[in-house]
Nanobody, 128 residues
Framework: QVQLVEAGGGSVQTGGSLRLSCAASISESRFKYDAWCMAWFRQLPGKEREGVAASNSGGRSIVYVDSVKGRFTISRDNAQKMLYLEMTNLEPEDTAMYYC?????????????????WGQGTQVTVSS
């Protein structure tokens, strides 16, 4: 059993910052968090889910969607089973529900169909 719980969403004005977090709870010992690819996705109602950022365990393989490069930073604390997304210089276009996702095997990509576990999401709203 794997549970992902996001936190840190909220409402900010353009140019503001937020830090999202994702706590993983794993009840099966065969699942090793530090071997997983972890990622952040976002979605607006009626629109396709978009991969924002993904990171392998050691942080040597990190990918971002072009629209957030230089503004968002993904990081993880494997010992605490935590994933973070530091978001700065936020824009109204960043408004969405943000989801944490885990992929137990394979390379880190922003393709949502490859991910095995999902959180419930945390809402980010950026006003102009």
């Amino acid at each position: 059993q794997v549970q992902l719980v996001e936190a840190g969403g909220g409402s900010v004005q353009t140019g503001g910052s937020l830090r999202l977090s994702c706590a993983a709870s794993i009840s099966e010992s065969r699942f090793k968090y530090d071997a997983w690819c972890m990622a952040w996705f976002r979605q607006l109602p009626g629109k396709e889910r978009e991969g924002v950022a993904a990171s392998n365990s050691g942080g040597r393989s990190i990918v971002y969607v072009d629209s957030v490069k230089g503004r968002f930073t993904i990081s993880r604390d494997n010992a605490q089973k935590m994933l973070y997304l530091e978001m700065t210089n936020l824009e109204p276009e960043d408004t969405a529900m943000y989801y944490c996702a885990a992929r137990r095997a394979g390379i880190c990509t922003r393709n949502d169909i490859l991910y095995d576990h999902w959180g419930q999401g945390t809402q980010v709203t950026v006003s102009s």
